[in-house]
């Protein structure tokens, strides 16, 4: 079994592959310290161009597939610098929410 800093490398590196242009952020309960031994890993990718949703979806799950095959469960969410910049604002919006416990990796 990989060690959680192992995980971590492996998650950088394959993001990257896709988008190696991108910030990668871990959220969730492995940010918090609080996971389970069956959490999965929530990621936040966070581009320098804007990707229309069509195009984003290809790119998260030949990430969450890469990660899966070495047994890592992922949960991918990709956003470009200016959606964050509108998002990070917004009460209630799920990207506010993550950026307040978000660890850049």
Do not use: C, W
């Amino acid at each position: 079994m990989k060690s959680n800093k192992e995980i971590i490398e492996i998650i950088k590196q394959t993001s990257r592959e896709y988008l190696p242009d991108a910030e990668v952020f871990l959220f969730g309960s492995r940010a918090r310290k609080n996971a389970s031994s069956d959490s999965d890993y929530d990621i936040l990718l966070i581009t320098n161009v804007e990707l229309l949703p069509k195009d984003k979806l290809p790119i998260r799950t030949k990430i969450r597939k890469s990660l899966l095959t070495i047994g890592i469960r992922s949960d991918i969410l990709i956003q470009s610098k200016t959606e964050v910049e509108i998002k990070k604002n917004l009460p209630g919006h799920i990207v506010r929410k993550i950026l307040r416990e978000a660890i850049l990796l």
